[in-house]
């Protein structure tokens, strides 16, 4: 028997910037509202019968919230964000450059420490920039 759990928590409010090499709105500092959706699975639930824990999924995905991704742009200190309500946090940093197929991919290593150890493997991490775009992130 195959148990599959989905975790989703919308909105993840993030700020970012891009430096594409050609013209786009993208290129100014920016935020999304994201939606994540996370698939972990496993033949064996684990010793409080669970896939796993729900809490400890969101907890890992709510690290992001109110942050930036990436490097701060030029004239950007960490003392101006803050004043905004926007935390830099270590892991957000590695988002670089901080597209949605980037922050999908860093949110898929970081859920899989979560399942480390556990019967539970994580399957994939969708990311949803807008309603209409997104990314998946899988180990297939």
């Given at each position: 028997?195959?148990?599959?759990?989905?975790?989703v928590?919308?909105?993840?409010c993030?700020?970012h910037k891009?430096?594409?090499?050609?013209e786009?709105?993208?290129?100014?500092?920016?935020?999304?509202?994201?939606?994540?959706?996370?698939?972990?699975?496993?033949?064996?639930?684990?010793?409080?019968?669970?896939?796993?824990?729900?809490?400890?999924?969101?907890?890992?995905?709510?690290?992001?919230?109110?942050?930036?991704?990436?490097?701060?742009?030029?004239?950007?200190?960490?003392?101006?964000?803050?004043?905004?309500?926007?935390?830099?946090?270590?892991?957000?940093?590695e988002?670089?450059?901080?597209?949605a197929?980037?922050?999908?991919?860093?949110?898929?290593?970081?859920?899989?420490?979560?399942?480390?150890?556990?019967?539970?493997?994580?399957v994939?991490?969708?990311v949803?920039?807008?309603?209409?775009?997104?990314?998946?992130?899988?180990?297939?």
């Amino acid at each position: 028997m195959l148990y599959e759990v989905k975790v989703v928590v919308d909105p993840v409010c993030i700020a970012h910037k891009l430096s594409l090499p050609y013209e786009s709105r993208c290129n100014h500092l920016h935020g999304h509202g994201y939606r994540v959706e996370a698939i972990v699975s496993t033949h064996n639930l684990d010793a409080n019968g669970m896939v796993i824990d729900f809490t400890f999924l969101k907890k890992s995905i709510m690290q992001f919230d109110h942050t930036f991704l990436g490097k701060l742009p030029k004239g950007i200190t960490p003392e101006m964000l803050d004043g905004l309500g926007v935390e830099l946090v270590s892991r957000a940093a590695e988002v670089e450059p901080s597209t949605a197929e980037n922050f999908a991919r860093v949110l898929f290593n970081e859920l899989q420490k979560v399942t480390y150890g556990t019967p539970a493997q994580l399957v994939q991490v969708t990311v949803w920039e807008t309603p209409s775009n997104s990314v998946t992130v899988s180990d297939r």
